[in-house]
Each structure stands twice: as C-alpha cells, then as structure tokens.
C-alpha cells in the first residue's frame, strides 16, 4: 500500500522491512547483523491493518537470550498474524515498558547497556509510544 509522503501525521524509520505481503523478504547484501543471533525490535501489521504487534527480543545475555536473527524473528512475526513488518533496531537497548497499576512504568524486558549488567536501561532520545484508551 503506498502512502503519500505529503504532511505525514505519524512516521517510523528501521533497518528493513522484513515482511511484506505474507513473504519474508531477504536483506539488502550479506547483512552482517541481520544473520547473527541478537537483539530484535520490530513492529508489524496483519493483513487488515487492524492490529498491530510489537515484538521485542532480549540478547546478547548467555543463560537468559542470545537473541534471534532477522529470519526467525519472520518466522515469530508470521505465527502471530503479521503481514508486514519492519525492524527497527538491532540494539540491546530496546526497554518494553508499560503503565504499572500505581501508574509508574513497569520493564517487561532485560535491555542491556553494553555487556553488563543484564537489565541495565540505556539513555536514548527516540521512543515508540502508544496510548490506548480504556473502555
């Protein structure tokens, strides 16, 4: 589906898009990050464009997540219904966080900041926020 680029109201930028139309797609070149084993981030859509996943995969962390390559990250995305996907980053910094019930933000995962320590979050200037209503 093409999107004029005119006054867009959202954007996102990543490394690849990784699926499209149902399809795995290859990576640009022998990627050298792409085929090794390592932390994923990634967002994706089902076909209807209704639902949206993100996925988030911890790694560089023996006895806990080595982490996945672009293609099993594919293979995860398509058993959950994607249709299209983009990876965004290839880092270990990627922090999944939600709203605790006391309202403060709760780690659903182990980002790593360097080699040590596990869970250890990294100062970045970029986010991806989502905020959904309750009913």
Do not use: C
């Not at 898009?17 to 290859?26: H, N």
């Not at 209807?48 to 997540?65: A, K, M």
């Not at 990876?87 to 080699?115: A, C, F, M, Q, Y």
């Amino acid at each position: 589906k093409k999107v004029p680029l005119e006054n867009p109201y959202n954007a996102l930028s990543g490394f690849w898009i990784f699926l499209k139309d149902g399809e795995v797609q290859e990576t640009p070149g022998e990627n050298y990050y792409a085929n090794k084993l390592g932390p994923r981030t990634a967002v994706a859509v089902d076909k209807t464009e209704q639902t949206l996943l993100l996925l988030v995969v911890d790694g560089r962390q023996p006895n806990y997540s080595e982490g996945m390559t672009l293609a099993e990250l594919a293979q995860v995305a398509l058993q959950h219904g994607a249709d299209t996907a983009l990876n965004l980053d290839n880092g270990g910094s990627t922090t999944l966080v939600k709203e605790g019930i006391h309202g403060g933000p709760v780690v659903l995962n182990s980002p790593i900041h360097g080699r040590v320590p596990p869970g250890r979050e990294r100062v970045v200037a970029n986010h991806l926020g989502i905020f959904a209503r309750r009913k």
